[in-house]
């Protein structure tokens, strides 16, 4: 069992920037890859990024390719998403969710065992 935490959220302008974090607790973070995704009223729930058990690899949607990275710190048990250039088109509640079971697709949400409860991040033009 995994419990996650998102923080940093908030309002920003179009072209800022905003970090928002994920907790996890328990002692097997390093095990679970740990994925954001994002959702906007009304709409399905998408993939942001990914990244691997130990961070060498990272996964990113089209649409916030070379704005966004994700790192984390498995010391911290925290993954991170700093997000740059933001635009409105980004507005939405931000997951992060862990994968332990490494049995689907990295894109999928069905993919993710656990979930966190969520952030919202607001992108003002």
């Known amino acids: 069992q995994v419990q996650l935490v998102e923080s940093g959220g908030g309002l920003v302008q179009a072209g800022g920037s905003l970090r928002l974090s994920c907790a996890a607790s328990g002692r097997t973070f390093s095990s679970y890859a740990m994925g954001w995704f994002r959702q906007a009223p009304g709409k399905e729930r998408e993939f942001v990024a990914r990244?691997?058990?130990?961070?060498?690899?990272?996964y990113y949607a089209d649409s916030v390719k070379g704005r966004f990275t994700i790192s984390r710190d498995n010391a911290k048990n925290t993954v991170y998403l700093q997000m740059n250039t933001l635009k409105p088109e980004d507005t939405a509640v931000y997951y992060c969710?862990?994968?332990?079971?490494?049995?689907?697709?990295?894109?999928?949400?069905?993919?993710?065992?656990?979930w966190g409860q969520g952030t919202q991040v607001t992108v003002s033009s």
């Open positions: 990244i691997s058990r130990g961070g060498g690899a990272t």
């Open positions: 969710a862990a994968d332990q079971l490494y049995s689907g697709s990295a894109y999928d949400v069905k993919t993710y065992e656990y």
